[in-house]
């Protein structure tokens, strides 16, 4: 089975300056990972995601995540945020056999003014 | 065009009693998963329908979860004698294809109470 760690339940950060969201994963098998964003009062929606290629993966909004295997990670990142992204982002993790999504517990990203 | 519905938005419940959530995705994907939020919990997996093939329902919790999807479209999900652990925010997803590559869309979810 996967798992999805998300360290930090919740990070504040002043607008303009950079972000990094942790993600890791534990797999016994390939993997394809996720970043979903819940905006206040809206459904998840897909922020980005690696299957395979370039572990570098760029994404709405100006975010970016970089899938590093040795480490079994996927940080998020984005250098510089606005108000708009205050949300709730989780990090997602499926095998490249089975039919499950495996969910971190998600990552408060409030940007203060 | 329309992304995935859900209803009731809210729904509040007596424990022991049974409750009914819909799903309505989008036309046309085949694949459609219920989740369960709980506060402070990420995303649990429930169950997971493909096409016509039978349904993955290993995440549901106890046998007092079900849930069924009509000609391949519209789902439901039952909770059965409600116990006032099963309070959450119930969320469906679909998608195009297989669920393991393909981006889900997320309704925005029904929040149960149970009293």
């Known amino acids: 089975a996967q798992s999805v760690t998300q360290l930090d339940s919740q990070v504040p950060v002043f607008e303009e300056a950079p972000v990094e969201l942790r993600c890791n994963y534990s797999s016994s098998v390939s993997v394809y990972l996720f970043w979903y964003v819940q905006y206040p009062n809206q459904g998840l929606q897909l922020l980005l995601k690696y299957l395979s290629g370039s572990t570098l993966v760029k994404g709405i909004n100006g975010f970016e995540a970089e899938f590093n295997k040795s480490q079994t990670s996927f940080h998020l990142r984005k250098p510089s945020v606005h108000i708009s992204d205050t949300a709730e982002y989780f990090c997602?993790?499926?095998?490249?056999?089975?039919?499950?999504?495996?969910f971190g517990t998600g990552t408060s990203l409030t940007v203060i003014p | 065009g329309a992304g995935v519905s859900q209803s009731p938005s809210n729904k509040v419940t007596e424990k022991g009693k049974d409750v009914e959530l819909r799903c309505d995705p989008i036309s046309g994907h085949t694949a459609l998963y219920w989740y369960r939020q709980s506060l402070g919990q990420g995303l649990e997996f429930l169950i997971y329908f493909q096409g016509n093939s039978a349904p993955d329902k290993s995440g549901l919790p106890s046998d007092r979860f079900s849930a069924e999807r009509t000609g391949g479209s519209v789902s439901t999900l039952t909770i059965q004698r409600t116990q006032q652990e099963d309070s959450a925010v119930y969320l469906c997803a679909s998608s195009f294809l297989r669920g393991g590559t393909d981006t889900q869309y997320f309704g925005p979810g029904t929040r149960l109470t149970v009293l």
């Open positions: 997602a993790v499926s095998a490249d056999t089975g039919n499950q999504f495996y």
